[in-house]
């Protein structure tokens, strides 16, 4: 490694330092896999939701994902025009849409998660099977604790 790609040790002793690099890097891989099929981290993000969480208002799309607007209606309008969600009229209250995942985006979704699975693998190998149980732990406790 040459000396202008050393890592300063003073960053190597910062957590926030090293969660930064390793999402910049899982994020770009997984990115770059989705796009090999025309397809973005958000997409995968709404197609996870519809699964997780049932139908969706557009605009609840907005707050659960912490989306700007103007980008969830164009994901949504790429995954309804690719049969992977379907838009219909709320029966509670006609001037809704809600978006629900169709039977192809589900299809998908498994695909996308195994694709998101090797990169974690992949990124991964250095710790054993337990150390990757014990820091999906600490790192789901982190999470949580997020304001």
Same mark, same amino acid.
């Given at each position: 490694?040459?000396?202008?790609?050393?890592?300063?040790?003073?960053?190597?002793?910062?957590?926030?330092? +090293?969660?930064? #690099?390793?999402?910049?890097?899982?994020?770009?891989?997984?990115?770059?896999?989705?796009?090999?099929?025309?397809?973005?981290?958000?997409?995968?993000?709404?197609?996870?939701? *519809?699964?997780?969480?049932?139908?969706?208002?557009?605009?609840?799309?907005?707050?659960? *994902?912490?989306?700007?607007?103007?980008?969830?209606?164009?994901?949504? @309008?790429?995954?309804?025009?690719?049969?992977?969600?379907?838009?219909? #009229? @709320?029966?509670?209250? #006609?001037?809704?849409?809600?978006?629900?995942?169709?039977?192809?985006? #589900?299809?998908?979704?498994?695909? +996308?998660?195994? !694709?998101?699975?090797?990169?974690?693998? !992949?990124?991964?190998?250095? +710790?054993?099977?337990? !150390?990757?149980? *014990?820091?999906?732990?600490? +790192?789901?406790?982190?999470?949580?604790?997020?304001?």
């Amino acid at each position: 490694m040459s000396s202008a790609r050393s890592t300063p040790p003073a960053l190597l002793g910062l957590s926030t330092y +090293l969660l930064s #690099r390793i999402g910049k890097t899982a994020r770009g891989r997984l990115a770059a896999r989705l796009s090999e099929r025309g397809l973005r981290l958000w997409d995968m993000a709404v197609l996870a939701a *519809l699964s997780d969480f049932g139908p969706h208002a557009q605009r609840d799309l907005v707050v659960r *994902l912490d989306v700007d607007p103007s980008d969830i209606t164009k994901v949504v @309008d790429q995954l309804t025009a690719g049969g992977y969600v379907e838009r219909a #009229r @709320d029966p509670e209250d #006609r001037r809704r849409v809600l978006v629900s995942l169709a039977p192809a985006g #589900r299809e998908l979704l498994t695909e +996308l998660d195994a !694709e998101a699975r090797s990169v974690q693998d !992949e990124l991964l190998v250095p +710790l054993a099977p337990e !150390e990757r149980a *014990l820091l999906q732990d600490l +790192l789901l406790r982190v999470h949580r604790g997020l304001v």
